[in-house]
Every structure is written in structure tokens, then in C-alpha cells.
């Protein structure tokens, strides 16, 4: 059986992303387009329009072309806006990393989405340094100071003439993230401007949600490499015409303050920081009247911190759902909705067509039946960079996506994410692949296997728990374990938990079963 929303489908234009955020600004070009929050600097949206073309300039001048991969290494500052916009305006790509790699997390993205130029921050100049060792890049170019390398305001042309190249919107690829999908590595998610442009018109098509308009000013606290920041907060707030609160790191405190100073409306943001407004002592010390929507998204949203943070706070909670191969959104909550529905993801948007799916014989399933959600619509991507099986495996013939979820629709048409049978962790929001921990503790010579599992939190969401076999019981402590990963990986991805065990349960083909210790995990 498919499902859809209540909303009529919508069209998108045939246009460069750029084109289609920032076209026409007359109107609105002295306006406040984004404001960083740490300095108070505001740039207009006249500002930020001449800057994207001189810098587009400047990189057209140096050899920046059309289907060249440039790899943005921050965190959110409005330069971070200038730069993606300023790519896509010349038909590149941008590949957004996590500002938080190590420098070799940092290599494997450059070597894989074939990076020509990283822009970066001087905090981070000697990891951008030392990845470029193993995969060089044309330049590295410095958003914030003067360094050995040019920074941005150096390479901005004001007299340069631009020349734009045609694209093919369904076709060219603007943005190339990276998700772990439903299991495995990182992997490269093409994403075409059609892709994005078409989410950023399905979301405006969700009149119910009370999508942002140019009445607000949206906190941009989650980061802009991330697909929710980059396309909800970023793309989507500009081309609304509203105002950009933009945060370098997330603090309680300064995401209170920053909600009362510049008067916040609408808030995007992931469920351990709802988890906070419900139950952090600073909350009653800021005014945040502001505030008419918080929107939570990237993890599923428990419905008691829902309604705690909502009747704390006084404003509406709406949860939304989508993956970064989806660009991102599918399903939002519309802000009406009974109360009773505070702990759905909401309806499917415009133009997109949901199944709920029997995992084992990938029957449709009817209402009120646990299945696994697979979902089609434009939003989807083209597929995983170099990866033909990992595409074919997540995307049927048909055009489904299969989410790896698992969920159920209710008689209303209201949907639920109940559980998932990928392997992914959640860890406050952010993506952490076993496989990848996996691969790197099997490198340590005390150990001869491992697997690694979450382990629900309520704080977390989710904490990634190392199962591991010593190898000829040879000594390792638990704290070992983890000060070994923790030296090589982002934060989000260390091992917060570790426990030893004779043996790694697996399949006749050899594939871990990590649903047999996951459910040993929740019988304790």
C-alpha cells in the first residue's frame, strides 16, 4: 500500500541552486541575511550576494571548473554560505566534512570525493595539513587569517567577469555529503540541484508545518556539513528570505542567549538539545518568548521530552524525518496536529510516496503494521559516489529508497519510527558506523575481534558499546579500548563503553550478529 500526504505535489524550476536560493534579492537587499552569533557581525543579503560572486570569480580565475569537488573544513561561519554558494554558482560541488575529523578522517574524504581545493579555518590548518600529505589538493585556502596559505578575501575578484556554465539540474551534482546509509563505510551522497532545490519547494509546499518565511530569524546551532543544517537551516532559511543566526559550537548558555538576544522564531535542532530545554537548570534564566517552532529532527524524538521541553519552553515541538539521501526531509509534523500526535514524524510532504515494507518478503504492509519505511520522490539522491553495488542495494529498480527504518503508519496517515534494522548508531544526532569502528580496533594487537552495538542513553540517544575478543588474552582494559579509538576518530565516534566476551556471534557467511548482542544488551 502507498501512502501520501495531504498536500498537493509542487514543481521546481530549472535552475542552478545558487540561481534558485539567491536569484532575486531587490526586494530584500538590505535586510539581515545571516548573523554570527559569537561576534554580532550581520551581513545583508546585498553583501552576501556581491561576496558569493566575487568569490566565484576568484575561483573561476584560478581554474575552478564545472564538476571540480571543492571540500569545506569548518565550522559555521557566514563564509561557510559565501563558499557553498560560490561553488555551485560555477557547476562544482561541494563536499562538506565534519569539523571535527582527525586528519585522517579528513584524508579519506579528500582522496574519495577527489577533493581540488579544501577550505578550512587556521584552528584547523594543521589537520588540513597533514590530510593533504596523503591526498594533495591544488590549494588550501584559508577562510580567517593570513597565513602561508591565501585566504578568502584574497582570492575574491570584484573585477573578474563571471562566466556561468550551463547545467542540467536532474544531472550535475552540487553537493556530495557524506552518510554511512543503511550500513558500512562513509560514502559519497550525490546530490544533484534538483534534488535539493525540489526538497527546499517540497518543504514550502507543507503548509501545515508553518514552514520558515522571511518573518523569521532561525538558529543555525547545528552544523551546516551536516545535511539538516546545510539544506533546512542554510539553503532553505535564505531562499525564504529570513535571517540566519549562524553558531560556531553548541553551548547551553549560549544557545539560550543567543535565542533571547537576537530573538529567535524558529529553532531546528536535534533531540538531546530538546532534552535539554526539558531539563537544563539555565532554561528559566533566558527569555525565550520568541520562539513559535522547534523542529527536531536527524534522531527520533521520545514523545515524554516532547511534551516536558514544549510545556517548559511554551512553544510547539514538531518532529520532522528524512536522511541525507533523501536531501534531507520526507515527513514533517503539521503544528496543528493533536497533541496526542506530538511523537509522530509527522505526514509525507509533497511529491513523495512512502511504503511500509515486510523486511523479510518486502510485501507492502497495511496500517498499524511495524515494517521497514522505503520511501520515493525527487528529493532522492542519484546515488552513492563509486559505489554501484551500495547504490543498487539501497535503491530498488522502482526508485524506492530503502530507509533501513522502522516504522508504521496509524489510520490518520500519521507515520512513526519505531526502530531500526541498520546498523547505524545515533549518537546526539550524528552518524557513527560500526564498521568503520570496527575496522579500526581490529588494527590493535590485543585484539582478535570485535563488534561494536548502541546502547540506548537517554542524554545520547544512543552510545556506541565496543563488544570485544582479547586476542590470546592478551591484556587490554577497557579504558585502553577506548583511549585507542578515541585518538583517531571525532568525538561523536569514540567508544563510550566496552565489554569483553569469548566470542563474536556471526552469521554461516561470516556477518556479524549484531541484533543477537543488541537484544542481549536491552535483556540486561
Not at 579519506?108 to 578550512?120: G, P, R
Not at 589538493?137 to 578568502?152: A, C, F, K
Not at 554501484?388 to 539501497?394: F, G, K, L, R
Not at 561470516?510 to 541484533?515: A, N, T, Y
Amino acid at each position: 500500500m502507498i501512502f501520501r500526504g495531504p498536500h498537493p505535489d509542487v514543481s521546481a524550476p530549472n535552475k542552478n541552486v545558487a540561481e534558485f536560493v539567491l536569484g532575486d534579492i531587490s526586494a530584500h537587499k538590505n535586510k539581515t541575511a545571516i548573523i554570527q552569533s559569537e561576534t554580532k557581525r550581520k551581513i545583508s543579503y546585498q553583501e552576501l550576494s556581491e561576496s558569493i560572486n566575487q568569490l566565484a570569480a576568484g575561483l573561476q580565475k584560478n581554474g575552478f571548473k564545472k564538476g571540480d569537488v571543492l571540500a569545506i573544513y569548518s565550522p559555521n561561519l557566514p563564509e561557510y554560505v559565501v563558499v557553498f554558494l560560490a561553488v555551485l554558482k560555477l557547476g562544482g560541488i561541494c563536499t562538506t566534512v565534519n569539523p571535527l575529523y582527525t586528519a585522517q578522517e579528513l584524508a579519506k574524504q579528500l582522496s574519495d570525493a577527489n577533493a581540488k581545493i579544501i577550505v578550512t579555518v587556521s584552528a584547523f590548518l594543521d589537520k588540513a595539513k597533514t590530510a593533504t600529505q596523503t591526498h594533495a589538493v591544488q590549494e588550501i585556502i584559508v577562510i580567517d587569517s593570513e597565513t602561508e596559505y591565501r585566504n578568502l578575501k584574497g582570492l575574491m575578484q570584484a573585477n573578474h567577469e563571471l562566466s556561468e556554465p550551463s547545467i542540467s539540474p536532474k544531472e550535475d551534482l552540487c553537493a556530495l555529503p557524506y552518510s554511512s546509509g543503511t550500513t558500512g563505510l562513509p560514502k559519497g551522497v550525490m546530490l544533484t540541484h534538483h534534488n535539493l532545490i525540489m526538497n527546499m519547494r517540497q518543504t514550502e509546499g507543507m503548509t501545515s508545518h508553518n514552514a520558515i518565511s522571511e518573518k523569521d530569524t532561525v538558529l543555525g546551532v547545528l552544523p551546516f556539513f551536516h545535511i539538516y543544517g546545510m539544506v533546512v537551516i542554510m539553503l532553505y532559511t535564505l531562499y525564504r528570505r529570513g535571517t540566519i543566526v549562524c553558531m560556531s559550537r553548541f553551548d547551553m548558555e549560549d544557545f539560550l542567549d543567543a535565542i533571547q538576544t537576537h530573538k529567535v522564531t524558529k529553532a531546528p535542532i536535534v533531540p538531546p538539545i530538546v532534552l535539554g530545554l526539558a531539563k537544563h537548570p539555565a532554561v528559566e534564566q533566558f527569555d525565550l518568548s520568541s520562539l513559535e517552532l522547534i523542529l527536531s529532527g536527524a534522531a527520533p524524538l521520545g514523545e515524554g521530552v516532547a511534551i516536558e521541553a514544549a510545556n517548559r519552553v511554551g512553544c510547539n515541538i514538531a518532529q520532522g524525518y528524512g536522511m541525507t539521501e533523501a536531501s534531507p526531509v520526507t515527513h514533517l509534523l503539521p503544528i496543528d496536529s493533536n497533541p496526542n500526535k506530538i511523537g509522530s514524524i509527522g505526514v509525507p510532504i509533497p511529491n513523495t510516496e512512502v511504503m511500509i515494507v515486510d523486511p523479510e518478503t518486502e510485501q507492502p504492509l497495511k496500517t498499524n503494521q511495524n515494517g521497514e519505511i522505503w520511501i520515493r520522490g525527487p528529493q532522492i539522491m542519484k546515488g552513492y559516489l563509486n559505489r554501484a553495488e551500495a547504490t543498487n542495494e539501497s535503491i530498488t529498480q522502482e526508485g524506492w529508497y530503502r530507509t533501513g527504518d522502522i516504522g508504521y503508519v496509524d489510520d490518520e496517515g500519521f507515520f512513526y519510527a519505531v526502530d531500526r534494522i541498520k546498523e547505524l548508531i545515533k549518537y546526539k544526532g550524528m552518524q557513527v558506523a560500526p564498521a568503520e569502528l570496527e575496522a579500526l580496533l581490529l588494527t590493535h594487537e590485543s585484539i582478535a575481534d570485535v563488534a561494536v552495538i548502541p546502547v540506548a542513553d537517554e542524554e545520547a540517544g544512543e552510545l556506541p558499546k565496543a563488544v570485544v575478543v582479547r586476542k590470546n588474552e592478551l591484556p587490554v582494559t577497557s579504558e585502553e579500548v577506548m583511549s585507542f579509538v578515541a585518538d583517531k576518530v571525532a568525538p561523536h565516534k569514540k567508544i563510550r563503553l566496552v565489554e569483553f566476551v569469548d566470542k563474536i556471534p556471526k552469521s554461516a557467511s561470516g556477518k556479524i550478529l549484531r541484533r543477537v548482542l543488541i537484544q542481549k544488551e536491552r535483556e540486561k
